[in-house]
């Protein structure tokens, strides 16, 4: 029996769309998996109350910065701390940091256009920052955008025999709703956010504005939505997902916002896009999965063709640490591939639950050190 199928029984993997295709998806996960983190940043970030992916507005410019940063050295170098909730909660790439050091696996960043970019190794692809999506021209996509994404997609895919492509943006659940509902698959009410409760009055209220703004006519491709609504993240991640799954299995690590990276990968697919969208799948955390203030299988099975997703079933109520305990009040719920990375470990290295959560522990407490 496979650790996969084995988490799966156990309950520290589970479903969480059944769509048909999960046990031949996971049957082809064979080995250790290459880790990149697609990061980006955008205006609509420093909207107040948009988001809690670091504690104001200022420090979320340095979000994608820091949480790259950590994944790679094991500290933050831009500030003094990686991010945190405004309530006191790490970072999910905290969870990151452990299953990748569970699995031996040294984590790739690509850059999609970031204000403030990390102190670390970089894949460069060399674009903007988004602005605000209320200006309905979030983004500026270059002539050499298409092959740019799919040459890094090609040489990832390259490295191991199979493929998790995270992300680090700030305000990402936001432009993630706004993606959905102009790609017409819909969100509203349903995606996930770092805000308890989800702040969904003000997130739908942005999206009203971006897409008032857009002026979007029916006909428009998925590129051009994306650059009028979306963050550079979203576009330049799945082009290389697309190429990516040419060649190998691709896993799609984190909630709602890799929702909106599928959907828009669907619209390409469509389009003409060359890509096999049997070869990839969704992983997230069991806060996205659950979260009564979202609904993650729904979106999902709003798109065709609906894709294989799961979630890593981690449960902090018994950790002795509070900043993790608090994930369970909602307080934090995904980033940084924390669901995906998380997956791999049980699945590759067969870990189990109370070891990997005393593994997260080890990482959380070693902040105090930095």
Known sequence: MSFFKRALQEGS????????GED????????????ACVIGSTKTALIEGISA??????????????????????????????????????????????????L??????????????????????????????????ALTLTQDFKSQCRAVGRALANQRPWVILSESVP????????????????????????????NHSLKEEVVRQALKAAALKPSAGGLEISAAVGDPMQPALALMALEASLHVPVVL??????????ALMARLTDEGEPGDLSRVALATTSWVAADPAADLKAILHS?????????????????????????EEGLVKEGVGAGAAAFAAFGVTGIKHDDMVRAIEVVTEGLDDL
Request: zero cysteines; proline letters at 10%; a neutral charge.
């Open 13 to 20: 993997i589970r479903r969480v769309t059944e769509a048909g």
């Open 24 to 35: 031949l998806f996971l049957e082809g996960l064979e080995g250790a998996p290459l880790f």
């Open 53 to 102: 992916a670091g504690a104001t507005p200022e420090k979320r410019r340095f979000t994608a910065a820091l949480d790259s940063e950590f994944l790679i050295h094991g500290r933050p170098l831009s500030l003094p701390d990686i991010p945190r909730n405004p309530e006191g909660p790490p970072s999910p790439v905290v969870i990151t940091h452990a299953a990748l050091k569970e």
């Open 104 to 137: 031996g696996v040294i984590p790739l960043i690509v850059d999609s256009g970031t204000e403030v970019p990390p102190k670390t190794p970089l894949i460069t692809l060399g674009f903007s920052p988004g602005e605000d999506i209320r200006t309905g021209r």
């Open 171 to 198: 305000g990402g659940t936001t432009t993630a709703l706004s993606l959905l509902e102009a790609l017409g698959v819909g969100g509203t009410g349903m995606v996930s956010s770092s805000m308890p409760g989800g």
């Open 253 to 262: 690590g984190g909630g709602t916002q890799m929702a909106a990276v599928y």
């Open 303 to 327: 798109i065709s063709p609906t894709p294989a997703a799961f979630a890593a079933w981690l449960d902090f109520s018994a950790s002795k640490l509070l900043g993790l305990r608090r994930y």
